[in-house]
């Protein structure tokens, strides 16, 4: 059988820099339980947060199958409610959360290379950006490697534009793919580094939403359908499945997806779209899911079987014995997929049942090529069972260190080893080494293809002997140190240049030919950093002369200023920061993303940043921003000038609002702000006393606020994805078109991602439509830019998605977002 390296170059990975697992003795006899089931389960669906987690949970600690989650995105095209992350970074966040996620409900997790480019209303819609060709290689891939005895698809394959394009298309997908991926005339480069494989049987796990309502499912033919209970409760754990469930769908904090557990019956309902249908819910009913479905398994069953029957809770390391001679047998085994699989779970139950603790951590967190690191081993045996540790190899150097020490109970082995980086390469996402089309990835590497993050080079293994039988533990090395507040902190151990250089802004604006001092940002990666720093700007751009920098110490930076002018008239273009050190040129940076539910991130991308010159106009000049669920639009409000002051809600009141030309509310800021609800009069009372106030989007769905506005309005869900779908003016004269900038069609050019969302689709007359947009085949909506007078001033709600387009420095979304915060102030003397 072909050699499964996929597996093994992610078998290790969903644990990445975590506090090392310390296995309870009944979380031991759940694993040996999952040693002795052979069977395996893929669910499958479009986004991270559409997984049933109860059901990921159920077969993964109830059944004990192999359980996987392929979502075909990573979640890019989002919003988040955490921090200023979006798009690629914020793609980082959710793969990380989901990872989290698989650790907490006992799933693996796998991707396409398709991009989440934003909401999509049906499949054909989402085909033009996702090459369907390329998508559905990826499935088959996965598939393939991932060997699933069943697939479970969250949506239904028959209801495009039903639902989100991408749910539709991940089911599609599924049903394709599970009639191709045994076909070896299908994607046939594929064969020759790994197999084709045949599913048993599809399902659609169902429920009363895609019926329209729970009376109609209750009435319709469930003949088709399995029913499974999946509120299992498990003592090991001292939860229910649906309390791991909802621990497991907590970990989607960037899309605040906090759930309260439930305890009790929860019935998950399944739809055979292929297959035979099981009987009695039994999912994988006629599928050998014992040892004697490989060749030579029977033997290593009937161990481990009696390994279960005579598991003691007060001495795990009574199961040594038996467990050593079964890791034997299975090493030796010819299917090279359970072979690989089981190897690696009984090593970590043998290891769980000898109190084995074994770590490699380096002295730093960050280390660039050719360096030599110091590695700290410890080894500790705390049981009785003799075991020997012969060698210690550290990779990828294969440098081999000479131990042969016998680890004795409650002794601890530890000692200093040093090796070379060598020419290891950068860290970073393998996914975005390489620049890809709006909705695909671009990753040469077939290998690396589906694997959640890119594998770890460096690496100890500990090679042990137990009874007479040779172990290899490999384990990654981790960055440790003790934190005052946290106390042990692991981190990744990752490989960086020499230094890293940065603009903050990834979009520098200006707001007419003034020149702009620049900070560029300059972190040393090594001691006694000497450098040249230059700023790279296009033909018509001037910049001020390279300057030298020097940084004594690992880890600090240090800025220097740049002066940049633009072009008298409008222009774009890309400012690139480069280094010189010693003739070696480097024009990357280094991005941590650092939040308490996740690893720390490290990212070594391009360093480079988009120059805009606008041609604009602007009256006001101070203005409040009441921030919402995660927006930078207050700095870009601040590059083309304006002064911006972020107000807190408590600081909401008449006195301070007076101060303000204009007062803008962040995206989704009354769906995330309870205490708004007590601060609303107090706003629409600005408002009438002359105040322009403009409101960004909500969500719809469950939202319920008195007097968004001075006058009813209603959101909906209606929103324009096609982010080129054309835009017509409803009245070319008003004044919030036409003062100060003139708004024309062209300042709809080259929007990114959509249009807008939410838009209110039905409103008091006293609200003034001012454009009318639609998506291909739908009816026009006019609720994307509403403006009414109140009083002496002006309210604005609109549902464009300016939180989108202004850190991408699109110049008509700045021109027009100037006009909304200069509403009213035609004939008005602005403050001073």
């Not at 020759?192 to 494989?197: D, G, I, V």
């Not at 249908?277 to 050998?288: K, M, S, T, V, Y």
């Not at 970590?348 to 951590?361: H, N």
């Not at 609200?767 to 309210?795: A, M, R």
Request: net charge negative; proline share 5%; glycine share 6%.
């Amino acid at each position: 059988m072909r050699f499964l390296f996929v597996f093994l170059c992610c078998i290790s990975l969903q644990l990445q820099a975590q506090k090392p697992k310390k296995p309870t003795s009944s979380e031991i006899f759940e694993q040996i339980k999952s040693l002795n089931f052979l069977g395996t389960a893929l669910y499958l669906a479009a986004h991270p947060d559409d997984e049933n987690t109860a059901m990921i949970s159920y077969l993964a600690n109830e059944v004990h199958a192999r359980t996987g989650y392929l979502s075909l995105t990573r979640g890019d095209g989002g919003q988040n409610l955490i921090g200023p992350e979006i798009r690629e970074l914020l793609g980082v966040i959710r793969t990380q959360e989901l990872l989290a996620a698989r650790r907490t409900d006992g799933g693996e997790q796998r991707f396409t290379r398709a991009n989440d480019f934003g909401y999509s209303k049906n499949p054909e819609e989402t085909l033009t950006f996702w090459e369907q060709d390329e998508v559905l290689k990826d499935v088959v891939w996965a598939i393939r490697n991932f060997q699933p005895d069943i697939i479970i698809n969250r949506f239904d394959h028959r209801s495009p534009g039903s639902t989100h394009g991408h749910h539709t298309l991940s089911a599609m997908l599924s049903v394709a793919a599970f009639d191709k991926v045994g076909d070896p005339d299908v994607f046939p480069e594929q064969l020759e580094l790994t197999n084709t494989w045949q599913p048993k049987r599809l399902f659609f796990n169902t429920s009363w939403w895609f019926y329209g309502s729970r009376e109609k499912f209750e009435a319709a033919n469930k003949s088709n359908l399995v029913s499974v209970n999946v509120g299992s409760y498990y003592p090991a754990y001292g939860l229910s499945n649906t309390e791991i469930s909802a621990l497991s769908r907590s970990q989607h904090k960037s899309q605040g997806f906090g759930n309260t557990g439930t305890r009790g019956e929860q019935v998950e309902y399944l739809e055979l779209l292929k297959g035979d249908l099981p009987a009695n819910g039994n999912l994988f009913e006629g599928i050998d899911t014992s040892w004697n479905r490989v060749q030579g398994g029977a033997a290593i069953g009937a161990i481990l079987m009696n390994v279960q029957k005579n598991y003691d809770f007060q001495n795990p390391s009574a199961s040594l014995p038996q467990l050593i001679k079964a890791y034997d047998l299975i090493t030796k085994l010819e299917d090279s997929y359970w072979r690989t699989l089981k190897t690696k779970q009984i090593t970590e139950v043998i290891k769980a049942c000898a109190g084995l603790y074994l770590e490699a951590a380096t002295h730093t967190q960050t280390a660039i090529a050719q360096q030599n690191i110091v590695v700290s081993v410890e080894a500790i045996n705390r049981s009785t069972f003799p075991i020997r540790l012969e060698q210690i190899t550290l990779l990828p150097e294969e440098k081999e260190f000479k131990t042969a020490v016998d680890l004795d109970q409650n002794e601890t082995f530890k000692t200093d080893l040093t090796i070379n980086t060598a020419d290891a390469a950068l860290t970073t996402a393998y996914w975005l080494k390489e620049e890809g089309s709006v909705g695909m990835y671009n990753v040469d590497d077939q290998k690396l293809i589906g694997l959640p993050e890119t594998p770890r080079k460096f690496k100890a293994v500990f090679q042990l002997t137990m009874n007479g039988v040779s172990i290899p533990v490999t384990t990654e090395l981790v960055y440790k140190y003790n934190d005052r507040v946290d106390g042990e902190v692991y981190e990744p151990f990752e490989i960086v240049p020499k230094a890293s250089v940065a603009v903050k802004d990834p979009v520098i604006i200006f707001a007419d030919a003034q020149p702009k001092i620049i900070q560029t940002d300059v972190t040393a990666f090594i001691d006694n950093l000497e450098a040249s720093v230059a700023l790279n700007v296009p033909a018509d751009w001037k910049v001020s002369a390279p300057q030298k920098i020097q940084i004594s110490q690992k880890g600090e930076t240090k800025s220097l200023s740049f002066t940049v002018t633009p072009p008298k008239n409008a222009s774009e273009g890309e400012l690139q920061p480069e280094l010189t050190i010693n003739g070696e040129r480097i024009t990357k940076k280094v991005i941590k993303i650092d939040y308490d539910h996740i690893p720390l991130q490290t990212l070594v991308l391009p360093s480079q940043n988009k120059l805009v010159r606008l041609d604009i106009a602007k009256k006001g000049s101070y203005i409040g921003y009441i921030a919402g669920a995660g927006d930078v639009i207050p700095e870009s409000l601040r590059q083309i000038g304006y002064q911006v002051a972020e107000i807190a809600p408590v600081e909401i009141t008449a006195e301070n609002l007076k101060n303000f030309d204009a007062v803008v509310m962040g995206v989704r800021a009354y769906n995330v702000v309870e205490e708004l609800q007590y601060k609303q009069r107090i706003l629409l009372n600005y408002v009438e006393n002359g105040g322009t106030m403009v409101v960004q989007y909500n969500t719809a769905r469950g939202f319920s606020f008195e007097n968004l506005g001075p006058y009813p309005l209603h959101l909906s869900s209606d929103r324009v994805t096609d982010e080129f779908a054309d835009v017509t003016i409803l009245d070319p004269d008003a004044e919030i078109l036409n003062y100060p900038n003139k708004i024309t069609e062209k300042d709809f050019e080259g929007w990114v991602q959509e249009r807008g969302l939410y838009f209110p689709d039905t409103y008091d007359e006293a609200y003034k439509p001012v454009l009318s947009i639609h998506d291909k085949n739908e009816d026009p909506s006019e609720g994307s830019l509403l403006i009414s007078k109140y009083g002496k001033g002006h309210y604005i709600y609109t549902g464009l998605s300016f939180f989108r387009e202004l850190p991408a420095g699109v110049s008509g979304a700045y021109r027009l977002f100037a006009n909304m915060l200069s509403v009213g102030k035609n004939n008005e003397k602005i403050k001073q």
